[in-house]
């Protein structure tokens, strides 16, 4: 198994440094340049990212995606932690429930965004038509979702209900928590029954055993789901595209880094700046991972090790 | 692992179960209200997605249609008496060559007489004449006419229910004339009933070109599915077991870059394919598969190095090949694990929509996530019903195939969890 080895992951080390590596260093060459499809690729030192810096835009681009990665990610978590807790009561009927909290996670999102756009028209939508009855009673507006390029709150000068498009866009992916919530549920059946055992000599309640027990058990897993989360999280582009028409709108409310780099890629041919944004979006990737890492290794618990 | 109930704890407690089976229930409830929705509306005639409030149940109006009970849309009610007439020749016009001639037609009945009798008078069953104002002008011309029935006001004009009014081959056929069969129907005939529309399926999925683009999607799922599972098999393997210099970085290496974003790299990829002359082909979305994927290869090489490792060493002493050891050992060993990535490769493959938008320009060759977006785009999202029945069917298929391997899916899921 000496040389051999070496052949069983040739293809992937190709594959490694073609498909990942060369497009992966040839973006941060290129982010120093100034390139169109039609002209080479010219240096142009820093200027694509001192313009990045400057371009209000890009700057909304960012702090959206980062507010979209929390809005997606904490509740998303929450969730699936409540559903993973209630499956494990051991209730009857544990497989059906299983199957239908996964299953939005396998509408195709083309699919799932047009459902939403549809179900979050202000109008017509079938949200709103469930909200309406019960905000009339108090004489407050609905939220007109996706046309409102405000953020989350309450307006109580004008008796209206706020929650804009990149919440929208956020409560969509809340849709497909079920994948989360399955994978603590298969955490949770593998917590050592002694410790329960244990728990219940020391007479904690349920909520200790949850804090002190389980959270701990399930903490890696957490972890993992944070930062593969946040690397998802930050990769949107079919969603916003979709829901939005391509625009990102209303006025940049959905507009994140991966459209603003696919349209400067491949509409405003501006291929340098476009990596130039790409590397900024993994710089942050890296740089959260990281700090998630850090966190983790003081808060995880990693059993038997 | 996963599946494994004897592990369970905590003493069944009643109130604990109802409060759980309350929150499941709801919880279950708003996850499956927006599917529930999507397969209703695609059920509905068009009118209904419209209505606010909405309504939940498909409800059509019926109407007896040659005889027999059958959908219909409501097109308008009559206001004054009209005759149903068939057109004859007008007054300069040849046979074969007539304006409307042969075409049932509504006419009020101020504009029909019979023959030998005057305009608005009674109109009996029989040849009779009408005047029509054909286009602009001023003045109507004279035609002549088969009087069929006249009509009460407070009738309704209904046609036969069609999904799809914009089948422009069947609009264009009939020169923008009588393209839907259509009658009149006295309003206690009509009836709002429950009645599912099946119909809306098979035009919204022959409108949006469904076939060719499944076969365009199943060919990129199955050929990247095929490369990805067994090349990232072959590298788990290689990084599982084999003792070669660098193995470590190679290993770490291949963590990192499942942090690259694909904005990071989509650029040069791009240029890559359009120099490879691949751009509009289905090349860019399945050839990178055969070179193994990172994830894929984390996960099977988790997987692998918790067999047993005797089972290794027995048949590498019976003189096995490393080849050897991986297709009869690991292979057969590690078939839950493989469908898993399998499975997985052909989910992500078939949702995928960025790729497809950036390598994919003609119509013949979109896939389905291609070909939904462009169908609903274009419809300016009006026909919502026929929109949600070809999302429906999009997405039916990973249902299926979740619900038939169900436990590989709940394993594969579970096992995504390993320790990072």
Same mark, same amino acid.
């Given at each position: 198994?000496?040389?051999?080895?070496?052949?069983?992951?040739?293809?992937?080390?190709?594959?490694?440094?073609?498909? =990942?590596?060369?497009?992966?260093?040839?973006?941060?060459?290129?982010?120093? /340049?100034?390139?169109?499809?039609?002209?080479?690729?010219?240096?142009?030192?820093?200027?694509?990212? =001192?313009?990045?810096?400057?371009?209000?835009?890009?700057?909304?681009?960012? $702090?959206? /995606?980062?507010?979209?990665?929390?809005?997606?990610?904490?509740?998303? +978590?929450?969730?699936?932690?409540?559903?993973?807790?209630?499956?494990?009561?051991?209730?009857?009927?544990?497989?059906?429930?299983?199957?239908?909290?996964?299953?939005?996670?396998?509408?195709?999102? #083309?699919?799932?965004?047009?459902?939403?756009? %549809?179900?979050?028209?202000?109008? /017509?939508?079938?949200?709103?038509?469930?909200?309406?009855?019960?905000?009339?009673?108090?004489?407050?507006?609905?939220?007109?979702?996706?046309?409102?390029?405000?953020?989350?709150?309450?307006?109580?000068?004008?008796?209206? #209900?706020?929650?804009?498009?990149?919440?929208?866009?956020?409560?969509?992916?809340?849709?497909?928590? $079920?994948?989360?919530?399955?994978?603590?549920?298969?955490?949770?059946?593998?917590?050592?029954?002694?410790?329960?055992?244990?728990?219940?000599?020391?007479?904690?309640?349920?909520?200790?055993?949850?804090?002190?027990?389980?959270?701990?058990?399930?903490?890696?897993?957490?972890?993992?789901?944070? #930062?593969?989360?946040?690397?998802?999280?930050?990769?949107?582009?079919?969603?916003?595209?979709?829901? =939005? $028409?391509?625009?990102?709108?209303?006025?940049?409310? =959905?507009?994140?880094?991966?459209?603003?780099?696919?349209?400067?890629?491949?509409?405003?041919?501006?291929?340098?700046?476009?990596?130039?944004?790409? %590397? +900024?979006?993994?710089?942050? +990737?890296?740089?959260?991972?990281?700090?998630?890492?850090?966190?983790?290794?003081?808060? #995880?618990?990693?059993?038997?090790? | 692992?996963?599946?494994?109930?004897?592990?369970?704890?905590?003493?069944?407690?009643?109130?604990?179960?109802?409060?759980?089976?309350?929150?499941?229930?709801?919880?279950?409830?708003?996850?499956?209200?927006?599917?529930?929705?999507?397969?209703?509306?695609?059920?509905?005639?068009?009118?209904?997605?419209?209505? !606010?409030?909405?309504?939940?149940?498909?409800?059509?109006?019926?109407?007896? *249609?040659?005889?027999? @009970?059958?959908?219909?849309?409501?097109?308008?009610?009559?206001?004054?008496?009209?005759?149903?007439?068939?057109?004859?020749?007008?007054?300069?016009?040849?046979?074969?060559?007539?304006?409307?001639?042969?075409? &049932?037609? *509504?006419?009020?009945?101020?504009?029909?007489?019979?023959?030998?009798?005057?305009?608005?008078?009674?109109?009996?069953?029989?040849?009779?004449?009408? &005047?029509?104002?054909?286009?602009?002008? @001023?003045?109507? &011309?004279?035609?002549?006419?088969?009087?069929?029935?006249?009509?009460?006001?407070?009738?309704?004009?209904?046609?036969?229910?069609?999904?799809?009014? @914009?089948?422009?081959?069947?609009?264009?056929?009939?020169?923008?004339?009588?393209?839907?069969?259509?009658?009149?129907?006295?309003?206690?005939?009509?009836?709002?009933?429950?009645?599912?529309?099946?119909?809306?399926?098979?035009?919204?999925?022959?409108?949006?070109?469904?076939?060719?683009?499944?076969?365009? !999607?199943?060919?990129?799922?199955?050929?990247?599915?095929?490369?990805?599972?067994?090349?990232?098999?072959?590298?788990?393997?290689?990084?599982?077991?084999?003792?070669?210099?660098?193995?470590?970085?190679?290993?770490?290496?291949?963590?990192?870059?499942?942090?690259?974003?694909?904005?990071?790299?989509?650029?040069?990829?791009?240029?890559?394919?359009?120099?490879?002359?691949?751009?509009?082909?289905?090349?860019?979305?399945?050839?990178?598969?055969?070179?193994?994927?990172?994830?894929?290869?984390?996960?099977? @090489?988790?997987?692998?190095?918790?067999?047993?490792?005797?089972?290794?060493?027995?048949?590498?002493?019976?003189?096995?090949?490393?080849?050897?050891?991986?297709?009869?050992?690991?292979?057969?060993?590690?078939?839950?694990?493989?469908?898993?990535?399998?499975?997985?490769?052909?989910?992500?493959?078939?949702?995928?929509?960025?790729?497809?938008?950036?390598?994919?320009?003609?119509?013949?060759?979109? !896939?389905?996530?291609?070909?939904?977006?462009?169908?609903?785009?274009?419809?300016?999202?009006?026909?919502?019903?026929?929109?949600?029945?070809?999302?429906?069917?999009?997405?039916?298929?990973?249902?299926?195939?979740?619900?038939?391997?169900?436990?590989?899916?709940?394993?594969?899921?579970?096992?995504?969890?390993?320790?990072?």
């Amino acid at each position: 198994m000496k040389a051999r080895a070496w052949l069983f992951v040739t293809p992937w080390i190709v594959g490694l440094c073609v498909f =990942t590596l060369y497009p992966f260093a040839a973006s941060l060459y290129y982010s120093f /340049t100034d390139y169109s499809v039609l002209k080479p690729a010219t240096p142009a030192g820093l200027a694509n990212y =001192t313009e990045l810096a400057g371009d209000p835009i890009f700057r909304r681009a960012l $702090g959206n /995606t980062v507010m979209y990665s929390l809005l997606a990610l904490v509740p998303g +978590i929450l969730v699936a932690l409540g559903l993973a807790k209630a499956l494990n009561t051991k209730v009857t009927g544990t497989s059906f429930y299983r199957s239908a909290i996964y299953i939005p996670h396998l509408v195709p999102t #083309v699919a799932s965004s047009i459902l939403w756009m %549809w179900m979050l028209n202000a109008d /017509t939508g079938l949200l709103n038509a469930l909200l309406r009855p019960v905000l009339d009673v108090i004489g407050w507006r609905a939220p007109s979702f996706l046309q409102d390029e405000r953020f989350l709150g309450l307006d109580f000068q004008n008796k209206e #209900v706020i929650f804009g498009a990149l919440p929208s866009l956020a409560l969509m992916s809340l849709w497909g928590c $079920g994948q989360m919530a399955i994978i603590y549920l298969a955490k949770l059946q593998d917590v050592p029954q002694d410790l329960y055992e244990a728990a219940e000599l020391d007479g904690a309640g349920a909520w200790a055993v949850f804090w002190n027990i389980e959270l701990p058990q399930l903490s890696p897993m957490i972890l993992f789901n944070i #930062v593969m989360g946040i690397i998802g999280t930050f990769q949107i582009f079919a969603e916003p595209y979709i829901l =939005t $028409g391509g625009t990102g709108g209303p006025n940049y409310a =959905t507009y994140l880094v991966p459209m603003f780099i696919y349209q400067h890629a491949f509409e405003y041919q501006r291929m340098g700046y476009a990596c130039a944004a790409a %590397w +900024i979006l993994f710089g942050l +990737i890296a740089l959260l991972t990281l700090v998630a890492f850090r966190i983790g290794q003081r808060r #995880v618990y990693y059993a038997g090790e | 692992m996963a599946g494994d109930t004897s592990t369970m704890r905590a003493k069944p407690n009643l109130g604990r179960q109802v409060t759980a089976h309350l929150f499941l229930l709801l919880v279950t409830g708003a996850f499956m209200m927006p599917l529930v929705w999507m397969v209703l509306t695609a059920l509905k005639p068009v009118e209904q997605t419209m209505k !606010t409030p909405p309504e939940w149940v498909p409800r059509v109006w019926t109407a007896p *249609l040659k005889g027999v @009970r059958a959908p219909v849309d409501r097109i308008r009610k009559l206001e004054e008496p009209e005759a149903l007439v068939v057109a004859g020749l007008g007054e300069d016009e040849k046979p074969g060559q007539g304006l409307f001639e042969g075409r &049932r037609m *509504l006419v009020k009945t101020a504009d029909v007489k019979p023959n030998g009798g005057a305009w608005g008078g009674p109109l009996p069953p029989g040849p009779g004449q009408m &005047r029509w104002r054909v286009g602009i002008e @001023r003045e109507p &011309r004279t035609f002549a006419c088969e009087i069929v029935a006249v009509y009460e006001p407070g009738s309704w004009l209904v046609r036969e229910y069609v999904p799809d009014l @914009r089948q422009t081959a069947k609009a264009a056929g009939a020169g923008g004339a009588e393209t839907f069969y259509w009658e009149v129907v006295p309003e206690n005939e009509l009836e709002r009933v429950a009645k599912p529309l099946w119909q809306n399926v098979p035009a919204a999925l022959g409108k949006m070109n469904f076939w060719s683009m499944l076969l365009n !999607t199943l060919w990129v799922c199955i050929l990247g599915m095929i490369g990805t599972t067994f090349v990232s098999a072959l590298a788990a393997y290689g990084l599982a077991f084999g003792r070669f210099p660098g193995r470590g970085m190679l290993f770490a290496l291949t963590l990192a870059t499942m942090m690259v974003p694909f904005p990071a790299t989509m650029v040069p990829l791009f240029q890559l394919y359009r120099d490879l002359g691949w751009i509009g082909t289905f090349k860019p979305l399945w050839v990178h598969c055969w070179f193994g994927a990172a994830f894929n290869i984390f996960l099977l @090489r988790q997987f692998f190095l918790g067999l047993p490792k005797d089972l290794l060493d027995a048949a590498r002493i019976d003189g096995c090949s490393e080849l050897e050891i991986f297709w009869h050992v690991v292979v057969p060993l590690s078939r839950p694990a493989l469908a898993m990535v399998a499975l997985f490769h052909f989910l992500f493959s078939w949702k995928d929509f960025m790729g497809p938008l950036l390598y994919l320009n003609d119509k013949s060759q979109f !896939t389905l996530s291609l070909g939904l977006h462009a169908f609903q785009s274009q419809q300016g999202g009006t026909p919502w019903h026929l929109v949600m029945a070809a999302s429906a069917v999009f997405s039916l298929p990973l249902i299926i195939l979740f619900l038939c391997a169900m436990k590989t899916f709940i394993r594969g899921i579970a096992m995504t969890g390993i320790k990072g």
